[in-house]
């Protein structure tokens, strides 16, 4: 496109001719400055909306592909094949079980590796029961985080070579915890019911009697049965 050039004294403005013979109100000619500058704020505007969309979606599709639904089956004592499942979180670090009981009553037990707490929520009481994981909690869950929910989404675990554990944890009531003082994802577990702090213990007094029991299998062949039960005040 050739240079424009107008005398602006002395000439009417549609005489105004460019170098190459179009003249200046053709499509060839320049915009005016101020619709120079509206065509550009527009046009950025278009584009900061297209990559602000296209963010969303791909950090919706992160987010749904962070969380994947894991199914672990063993047999239990007898050879029955149980199933239970697990929510994998990787995004927030969390593995959320669902044990369903011979009673057809599910408990719920949330390991939150980034606090490092365990929340187990028994359908057999009102309350939730936390505790701090410790070394061998951090190690059972990993066998789930180490196996990308994308390739493996069941575990299918032989009778004879997993391990079974028993653990007792004993319910501290003088401990009570404010359920609003809770993160996120403890607080949405537990919002209708009491909360207490719990400790692992070598076993319960004879005298005292195991409250319930919750059994969580991993998928490194090690099946764990937590059993409860209250500390003395």
Known sequence: MG??????????????????????GSPLSHCPHKAFWLCLSASLLLILVALGLTGHLRLSQLRSQSSQ?????????????????????LQNDLVTFS???????????????????????????DGCFLRE?????????????????????HFLLPGNDTQRQTQFVGVLMASQVDVTLLDAPLRSLCEDRSVHW???????????????????????????????YYLPE
């Open 3 to 24: 240079t424009c050039w107008q005398r602006w004294h002395g000439r009417p403005a549609e005489e105004a001719q460019c170098t190459d013979g179009s003249p200046v």
């Open 198 to 228: 719990t400790r692992r213990v070598e076993g319960p007094d004879k005298l005292r009697l195991v409250y319930f029991c919750i059994d969580i299998c991993f998928p490194s062949n090690i099946c764990v049965s937590v059993c409860f």
């Open 133 to 153: 994981m410790d070394q061998s909690d951090y190690d059972n869950v990993h066998a789930l985080l180490r196996e990308s929910p994308q390739k493996q989404n």
């Open 99 to 125: 044990l369903v009981s011979t009673a057809n009553k599910t408990s719920t037990v949330l390991f939150d590796l980034k606090r490092g707490l365990i929340c187990y929520k028994p359908s057999e009481q």
């Open 69 to 89: 639904i894991v199914l672990i089956t063993v047999p239990d004592q007898a050879g029955f094949p149980i199933n239970q499942s697990a929510v994998v979180d």
